[in-house]
């Protein structure tokens, strides 16, 4: 039989920075989606990887001092370690520097600019030659530039252009025809109405001023442009243009492409436009989500090691991480990641109500049977009526919200079953039956029905936990069933041999826990923010291209409407010009008479039209300044190595 398949996937991470429990959020979730449509019977697949091309993660190597491409091989390892300590199961890391994909990368833009729908244009920003970067207008500081503070200026740069505007009216008629293809229904409206609607401009697509991506084989000075690179990546895994195409024609188009919201943009309205002008069909659904956020701050890389994934599943393991994140936020919504929530689900939920079902189970048929269970015909009593009632609701009810992709809600109808068999313990008082050999056989019924729930829900927690199933089918001894048997109420042996093992989820003393966390937590953000960015390795050879000259200060005045110092500097013979923005930390009376030590090397550059020919050498640690002098008498001039 064949059957229906299902194609799954999470946007390729940035190798720029390290995973952190916001991108374990986007990968937990589609794993959930992907756990739960295998269960229903669907052929997954389920792909991953990470965004390996642009400016940013080759600057995340360099500030590391390794290779671009060393760099890369390391961060790809972290996010599938990342993936394995959350038991994320893909089936497929992409890698976007992988040969095939740059081939697929180049074919798919060759095409486009056969058709017409790629031309070469210009492309027009503000430039800072030195840094040989573009940046808008709201990016530059006064005319200066962000990184280095060298005045930019505006330039025109060679580049190829997607036509995006031809795509409108059918982008808008996709969106509108199609419900589902934008979810949540916010995200629909917002690309309807902020981006379609005032219209779209065509997409640069290519750049010269940085050499870090894909080539255009027809024309080598420019690289692709990140979009086009890396939104292709979801067709290119499955070998889309390339001999080995089987899995693209029986997998494509995509069922969900799962995103945070902030890239819903390049989802919804830059991808469709490239298959629709490739002829490609169009992903189904496109499903942005909200963010993790930290007292409300989005957990970013920077932000994101004192909320380490590896850290909570070390101390609590990857289920109770997992279904506190599916469980606690609403999927599609932002939410707040607070250590109490966590823990406070583990006792709660995890702890008492799951844990607790399951051991005082087991508990009661070791002590009241000896653990074998041997359960006859006996009619059922209203409390036994109640329970099976809601049971046999819940697969109907979880479906459907499953296939929305709602997790949140899900957990909530699995747990109403869960405390109302907790519910129905108390009601039918099996340490009460026990006392009367009568009841013997109502007991066993009793705690039969309560190992049956168990099953069923061991079935439907799978996608959400998939350790937890195993552990509480080793304890009930029973084999592992499937979802339709969900369905049916009475399926677990109606002899079992149970054995007890240890609790499901240990209760945690939440205020010792919460300290220790906050310990944990502050001392990563403290070691974040102490550590030095460490630059590439330098040799004698390059160190020693530099001239440092002590220098004495002979005047000083400030330039008005700036924070800079314009001092004279004498240096040997010599009496030379030095502008420094350090007007903040020293006036012109105190700078007189200094000895400092000056980079007298440095080429000339106009600072606020006063020209500058070196640099004097201070100390910063961003909140105070303090200029590098000379620990003794020695005349200006002299030299400094
Ligand atoms: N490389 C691009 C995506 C290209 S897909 C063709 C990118 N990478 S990213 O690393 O910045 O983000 C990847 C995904 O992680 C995004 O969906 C983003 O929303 C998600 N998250 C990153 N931080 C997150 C949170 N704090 N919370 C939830 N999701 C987060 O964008």
Redesign the pocket.
Known sequence: MKLETFYITT????SSGRPHV??A??SIASDVMARYKKARGFEVKFLTGN?EFGQKNEEAAKERGVSTMQHLDDMAVLFQDMAKAVDVDYDIFWRTTDERHQRAVQTIFRTLHDKGDIYKGHYEGLYCTPCETFYTDGQVNDGNCPDCGRAVHKMQEEAYFFRMSKYQDALLAHIEENPDFIMPVSRKNEMINNFLKPGLDDLCVSRTSFKWGIPVDFDPDHVVYVWVD??S?YANALGFLSKNDEEYRKFWPADIHM??K??VRFHTLIWPAILMALGEPLPKQVFG?G??TSEGR???KSFGNAIDPHMLVDRYGSDALRYFLMREFTFGNDGDFRNEALLTRINADLANDLGNLLSRTVGMIEKYFGGELVVKDVPDTEFETALKELVSAMPGKIEPLMDRMNFSETLNEIWAVIRRANKYTDETQPWVLCKDAEKSDYLALVLYNLAEVLRIISVVIAPFMPKTPAEIRKQLNIEKYDWESTKIFGLTPREIKVQKGAALFPRLDIQKELAELTAIQQSKIEQAEAAVPQKPEITIDEFSKMDLKVGEIVACEAMKKTKLLKSQVRIGTEVRQIVSGISAFYTPEQMLGKKVIVVTNLKPIKLRGEISQGMILAAADGTTLNLLTVDGEIESGATVS
């Open positions: 946007p390729i991470y940035y916001g991108t959020y986007c965004d890396a939104l990546n995103v945070g902030e890239i989500h963010w993790l989005k957990v970013s």
